[in-house]
């Protein structure tokens, strides 16, 4: 009964390689997102897909390619991972017209690259 | 771009309460501000949300004076369990609900 599910959790991979993580929500809601969060803590907004359009796309490496199949899913896809990419990548959806737009965090996928 | 500015870590003590403050200079009029809690290994979770005077849920308060320069989180009587990382940031509803994280609040709560 996850409301904003990713995975994997953790993913180890070496340098150059390309990796995907997924993500799921079960809430009806019709924007989901990316964020990354570095080593210091400091949470910033990489994407934003409304009904599997495209809204927010922040200055991202175009390494980084988000896919969103349906409105329920957001996958992020990384081609030739470096070692600057290692940081813990959230997805969180939203809805406009609730409460604080409903804003609902998965719990995180952490990468490491080697 | 509203910024927020908070301090990066506080102590107390089981049974007290909290108040972080937070400034945001340059909010602008349509911005809210919002409170989100985070634990390790966990992603953020939302606390609380306002748009001026006070805000009071089951969680937490939260102060905003007249000029919107500034708002107060306040945790009554906290517990072990409160020790995490809190954030202030902004919501742009302007710009599809995009969150303006801050560097965050460490609690650290002790016995």
């Known amino acids: 009964d996850t409301a904003v599910s990713q995975t994997p959790k953790y993913l180890v991979t070496q340098m150059g390689n390309d990796k995907s993580i997924k993500c799921e929500q079960n809430?009806?809601?019709?924007?989901m997102y990316w964020y990354k969060q570095d080593s210091k803590k400091f949470l910033k907004i990489m994407f934003s897909y409304n009904n599997k359009e495209l809204i927010i796309n922040e200055t991202v490496p175009n390494r980084f390619s988000p896919k969103s199949p349906d409105k329920a899913h957001l996958n992020l896809h990384i081609n030739s991972l470096e070692l600057g990419d290692s940081a813990v990548y959230f997805c969180?959806?939203?809805?406009?017209?609730?409460?604080?737009?409903?804003?609902?965090f998965g719990s995180g996928t952490r990468l490491t690259v080697v | 771009l509203a910024k927020t500015t908070q301090p990066i870590s506080m102590d107390s003590y089981e049974g007290q309460e909290v108040n972080i403050t937070c400034s945001h200079n340059?909010?602008?009029?349509?911005?809210?501000i919002t409170w989100y809690q985070q634990f390790p290994s966990q992603g953020p979770r939302f606390i609380i949300q306002?748009?001026?005077t006070k805000v009071t849920n089951e969680v937490a308060s939260l102060f905003i004076p007249a000029d919107r320069k500034s708002s107060t989180l306040s945790l009554p009587r906290v517990s072990l369990s409160d020790t995490a990382v809190y954030y202030c940031?902004?919501?742009?509803?302007?710009?599809?609900?995009?969150?303006?994280f801050g560097q965050g609040t460490e609690l650290s709560v002790k016995p």
């Open positions: 306002g748009y001026k």
């Open positions: 940031l902004v919501v742009l509803y302007n710009q599809g609900g995009k969150l303006i």
């Open positions: 809430l009806g809601h019709d924007t």
């Open positions: 340059n909010i602008a009029t349509n911005d809210y």
């Open positions: 969180a959806s939203s809805q406009a017209g609730t409460p604080n737009y409903g804003y609902t």
